[in-house]
């Protein structure tokens, strides 16, 4: 599975998989929005669902992983990022819904962390686990085995457009050096050219982009300079 995804891309032969944040993106035009980025060559498209428990802020939920999967091309993997307390209950919603990849956070799951795991990899899509900048490598150690993704956060999650942490960014490191060979590690939190290019040095093949994507004057600009 996570091999195929890699491979989707295969006539463009791009290095990095590219995941714009629609955090940043006019919601009044989402459609539109996400198409503009695939167009220029993102195919994935990042969805992050926060519960104002979690994070201090509220976003979307399910209803709109549906509508958007029922009117975006096939190819569009959506990338859905949760961002909420209690990750075992509201996983199967996200799997009706369509998502190709459902990424939890370890501090939520506690010790629900591998049925949410098995729950995502039955529904044959891809499963991430995802730790928040202060949260230790050792926390997921055990489960980066089973999962198809990790997401290393470099922002307290929550908002769009802060700044990049570099500490936290270290973690990235030490996730490759436990990784199987196809592991995807994504890396979310102010990422630009300049701040994907560390996390690449680190071993980061997936970037989360929001404001550097969709706020940029040239779109098309900014996600090839994070392609490859
Ligand atoms: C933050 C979200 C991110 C956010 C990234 O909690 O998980 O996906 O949209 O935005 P930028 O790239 O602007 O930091
Ligand atoms: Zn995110």
Not at 72 to 79: A, E, M, R, V, Y
């Given at each position: 599975m996570t091999l195929e995804v890699f491979s989707a891309n295969a006539e463009n032969a791009h290095k990095y998989i590219v995941s714009p944040s629609?955090?940043?993106?006019d919601f009044s035009n989402l459609k539109s929005e996400i198409l503009k980025t695939y167009n220029f060559g993102a195919k994935w498209c990042h969805i992050d669902v926060m519960d104002?428990?979690?994070?201090?802020n509220i976003t979307i939920g399910a209803p709109v992983v549906k509508s958007l999967n029922e009117v975006?091309?096939?190819?569009?993997?959506?990338?859905v990022h949760l961002m909420i307390e209690n990750p075992l209950k509201y996983i199967p919603d996200f799997i009706k819904a369509g998502s190709d990849i459902i990424t939890f956070h370890i501090e939520a799951s506690c010790d629900t962390t591998e049925d949410c795991i098995s729950l995502i990899k039955e529904a044959g899509i891809l499963a991430g686990v995802s730790i928040k900048p202060?949260?230790?490598v050792s926390l997921i150690e055990k489960f980066i085995p089973l999962v198809d993704m990790v997401l290393v956060m470099t922002v307290e999650p929550g908002f769009s457009g802060q700044k990049f942490m570099a500490d936290a960014a270290k973690k990235i490191k030490e996730v490759k050096s436990l990784a199987k060979d196809n592991l995807i590690i994504q890396v979310d939190g102010g990422i630009n050219a300049e701040t994907a290019k560390i996390c690449a040095d680190y071993g980061a093949n997936c970037f989360v982009a929001g404001n550097y994507v969709?706020?940029?004057?040239?779109i098309e600009i900014a996600i090839n300079s994070l392609l490859d």
């Open positions: 629609i955090l940043s993106a104002g428990h979690f994070v201090p975006l091309p096939k190819d569009i993997k959506l990338d202060n949260t230790p969709y706020k940029s004057p040239d």
